[in-house]
């Protein structure tokens, strides 16, 4: 198996990228307030934190480099990695467009309205990972967000954005 | 204790109508939840935790607990008809549960988990009842000092659930106590990691952020799975007859029932030690203690009975230590912990004497959950195995938009539906290079208590950290901790050389 696609290499990946944003946090906490005669800053805390988290990134740092090393097969860090190759791999392709989908869900929250987004990006979904049973993906997309939606606004009384679909509200409080 | 007041407690809890229904709700979704293999009793309480919030705190906690004992039996359903077991807890039911059910005995062998669990729970319940007012008295002469290392007691068990890294399970604490310090500081109001941003003033909040981390990651997860063809549509087409165990099975099981169930509560009692560890522990003492223990993991229904007993056991344990320090036993204890605080309320020792009935209406609320629990499994029995045959493909966009409204329903803020999908972003990464994602609730608990008791004690103490010499608790704590911390790595190195043997094995069987 090649070096690169073991957990040793992912672990050591991961480690580099926590090590850049261990010192960016560590950085920031040097810019909060400074409260005189406190025995214990703002900043100390998040700074404990953050050696914290240095201290055992490096740790799984020098782990990595010396599995990376021995090579060693009985090594569980030699095991294959799970795969987070965008260009080749079609399941983490489909799962970062579930994230796109939820960032347009968020940013469509207000306007659309909670059942609209939510019928929306259910049937995305379904497509996507190959139901294509048209009506049953309507009938389900579109039935348990507005019953969410029923019981929170009717039963809980929490008031949900129903954007364009807004007049719905007015015909649920007349029934 | 004050016998009067708690029989009126239980009176409150047992003769009050939207109690009894929420209790009911809460288990049948929580056996239902428990079911679906990878829906965890955890997962389910985070889901439902926003149904809770128009509610009053008894019927909110009945709820909750229905889905906590509710899910820790559903687990079973799945793992004794089809071999997945729908909860972690559940692991070992089917060492003996999946071959009675291969031989025809499906009916019993969930009747039996079914008892076993109502009687495990009855246990934790009743020694959670008696148990935890003692410890709460020790805990009222807690100062600063005791509570800080409390916290770092509870902490010191992130390196229990921390998994094959205990380094990767120490760098997702402190990332989670880290997060913690996000918006004003409580003692200055310095503003911290807010960037501006004005809803991150009041910090993150916890629901949220847990729901991002386990649901909406695991969503993620899925649909990736089920693009690579990696996963497993379960179905089952058993027809189940028996409901309850008769008189004979009973006679044959009720050691293992009493024994797993006081096993559980004691290792649930533990903070960070759940209904994972406990069947595995009850298994093992059982069948050490067994006549013939060669026949354990072949078809007996005392296996079913000591691993369901025990995990269900583990729920009033967990209750233990979160009703009497404030301090959570595991994971879903952790979110009821979220909803007390959301009610007002904050668990520990004085609630033992500001809160009496509260506490002694959640006693009787776990009563009452597991008591609907059964009433739960014996109705519908016949069609819970059922769900495990749902189609991935439409279960997983369901529970995304229901976690993303749970997420908004808490403050009505988008922001924190953001903050969910972030997180859901955060995890999915995290179980890709195999971060444990628990050490991280535990920290969000406990980490603003670690800090505002360590400020506290700096504060009263002039800044002079070696006063804690002088606080004999506190010192008990920390040594406590330290064994913890040490018996984990011993344990965790114990478990990685026994994976590795097997490797080894399972290499050696492919090269023949």
Known sequence: MKKTHTKAFANLIASVILLVFEVWAYVQTLGFKVVKKAAVQPATFPQVMCIGMMVFTVILLIQSLISLKRMNPDDPNMQPAASINIFKNRGVQAGLLVIVLCILYVALFKTLGYVLASAIIAAIIMWLIGKRDVKQILLVSVLVPLLMWLVFYKLLTVNIPMGVLDPLKNLVDMI | ?512
């Open chain 2, 1 to 512: 204790m004050n016998w009067s007041l708690l029989f009126q407690s239980y009176g409150s809890v047992f003769l009050n109508p939207q109690v009894l229904l929420m209790t009911l709700l809460g288990a049948v979704g929580g056996v239902l939840l428990g079911a679906i293999p990878g829906m965890t009793a955890t997962m389910g309480v985070a889901l439902l935790i926003p149904f809770s919030f128009g509610m009053d705190l008894i019927p909110s906690i009945g709820l909750l607990l229905g889905i906590y004992c509710g899910g820790m039996y559903g687990g079973s359903i799945s793992a004794i008809l089809i071999h997945a077991p729908g909860t972690p807890a559940a692991a070992a039911t089917l060492l003996d549960g999946y071959p009675m059910s291969q031989k025809g005995q499906s009916g019993k062998a969930l009747s039996i988990a079914m008892f076993s669990s109502f009687c495990g729970g009855v246990i934790g319940a009743l020694v959670m009842t008696f148990l935890s007012p003692l410890v709460a008295d020790v805990a009222m002469e807690f100062t600063s000092a005791e509570m800080l290392m409390l916290a770092v007691f509870g902490l010191s068990v992130i390196v229990a659930i921390s998994g094959q890294s205990i380094a990767k399970g120490l760098i997702s604490a402190f990332f989670g106590m880290l997060l913690c310090t996000v918006g004003l500081d409580p003692t200055y109001s310095a503003k911290r990691f807010t960037f501006g941003v004005k809803p991150l003033y009041s910090g993150l909040q916890f629901i949220p952020v847990l729901i991002g981390l386990f649901a909406v990651s695991e969503i993620i997860a899925g649909v990736e799975r089920i693009i690579n063809g990696e996963e497993k549509q379960e179905s089952s087409n058993e027809k189940i007859n028996e409901v309850l165990p008769d008189l004979k099975t009973i006679s044959q099981i009720w050691p293992q029932i009493i024994s797993g169930g006081l096993i559980g509560t004691f290792i649930g009692a533990i903070p960070g030690a759940g209904g994972d560890i406990a069947v595995f522990v009850s298994y093992g003492f059982n069948k050490s203690f067994s006549k013939y223990p060669e026949k354990w993991g072949t078809e007996i229904p005392q296996g079913v009975a000591s691993t369901e007993s025990a995990n269900n056991g583990c729920s009033g344990g967990a209750m233990i230590p979160l009703l009497s320090l404030g301090v959570p036993g595991d994971a879903v204890t952790a979110i009821i912990l979220g909803a007390f605080i959301m009610k007002g309320i904050q668990p520990g020792p004085t609630m033992y004497v500001d809160k009496l009935d509260t506490v002694y209406c959640v006693f009787a609320a776990l009563m009452l959950a597991n008591l609907a629990m059964l009433v739960v499994g014996c109705c519908g029995v016949r069609f819970f195995a059922k769900i495990v045959s749902v189609e991935k493909k439409i279960l997983y966009p369901i529970i995304l938009v229901i976690s993303l409204l749970g997420a908004f329903s808490i403050n009505r803020n988008v922001f924190d539906v953001g903050v969910c999908v972030a997180f859901g972003v955060v995890g999915w990464l995290m179980n890709k290079f195999e971060f444990p994602l628990s050490p991280i609730l535990l920290a969000l608990i406990l980490g603003p208590m670690c800090e505002q008791n360590f400020v506290r004690f700096m504060d009263l103490n002039g800044g002079n950290f070696g006063a804690i010499l002088g606080r004999p608790i506190a010192i008990g704590f920390f040594v406590v901790a330290v064994a913890v911390v040490l018996f984990s790595i011993w344990n965790q190195q114990k478990i990685n050389k026994r994976e590795a043997e097997a490797r080894k094995a399972a290499a050696k069987e492919a090269n023949k």
